[in-house]
């Protein structure tokens, strides 16, 4: 990773966005998730949308544990989505 010149970046939505997977996998680099989390704190749709996306991974997760909880899951996903509109 090469940035020379960090002095004070900001992230904006499309920033947030290329790197929401990687921050909900804890994959940032701690001044990436600084900059991640300073705009998650005046922008709520972004805010939001890694809410969702946290949740969005537990019910993956919690998913793949349980086979048998399809239909579950996909209602519990649409409930979520209809939540962000
Ligand atoms: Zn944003």
């Given at each position: 990773?090469?940035?020379s010149h960090?002095s004070?970046?900001?992230?904006?939505?499309?920033?947030?966005?290329?790197?929401?997977?990687?921050?909900?996998d804890n994959?940032?680099?701690?001044?990436?998730?600084?900059l991640?989390d300073?705009?998650?704190?005046?922008?709520?749709p972004?805010?939001?949308?890694?809410?969702?996306?946290?949740?969005?991974?537990?019910?993956?997760?919690s998913?793949?544990?349980?086979?048998?909880s399809?239909?579950?899951?996909?209602?519990?996903?649409?409930s979520?989505?209809?939540?962000?509109?």
């Open positions: 990773m090469s940035r960090a004070h970046k900001k992230f904006n939505c499309a920033d947030v966005e290329k790197l929401a997977q990687r921050y909900i994959q940032l680099d701690e001044e990436e998730k600084r991640f300073e705009h998650l704190e005046y922008c709520l972004c805010d939001k949308k890694i809410q969702f996306e946290f949740k969005l991974k537990e019910i993956v997760k998913k793949a544990r349980e086979p048998l399809n239909n579950y899951s996909s209602e519990k996903i649409k979520f989505l209809e939540n962000l509109h």
